[in-house]
Nanobody
Framework: QVQLVESGGGFVQPGESLRLSCVVSGVKVTSTAMGWYRQVPGKRELIARITTSGHLDYEDTVKGRFIISRDSAKNMVYLQMNLLKPEDTARYYC????????WGQGTQVTVSS
């Protein structure tokens, strides 16, 4: 059974950084494409993904500011978030992209001055 536990969110000011972490169990992060999603009322969108080969893709609004990575030894996925903007405020989730597994609890990121 796949379990996902996200952490690292918080309240920050515009321009600051956060690093989100996701502990993954039940599947190896190198064996499936992993993604970071963010949810605002009415919408959950994929914003970053890392494929099994290590290819990285980003949604346009985070490209150049966010970096997705993984640690195969720890079986974790990370999202480095730089130059945060108020519009990045959301709840963030990690998940295998192509697997129908339960979502984790997510981690809240709030960007405000």
């Amino acid at each position: 059974q796949v379990q996902l536990v996200e952490s690292g969110g918080g309240f920050v000011q515009p321009g600051e950084s956060l690093r989100l972490s996701c502990v993954v169990s039940g599947v190896k992060v190198t064996s499936t494409a992993m993604g970071w999603y963010r949810q605002v009322p009415g919408k959950r969108e994929l914003i970053a993904r890392i494929t099994t080969s290590g290819h990285l893709d980003y949604e346009d609004t985070v490209k150049g500011r966010f970096i997705i990575s993984r640690d195969s030894a720890k079986n974790m996925v990370y999202l480095q978030m730089n130059l945060l903007k108020p519009e990045d405020t959301a709840r963030y989730y990690c998940k295998p992209i192509f697997q129908n597994v339960p979502w984790g609890q997510g981690t809240q990121v709030t960007v405000s001055s």
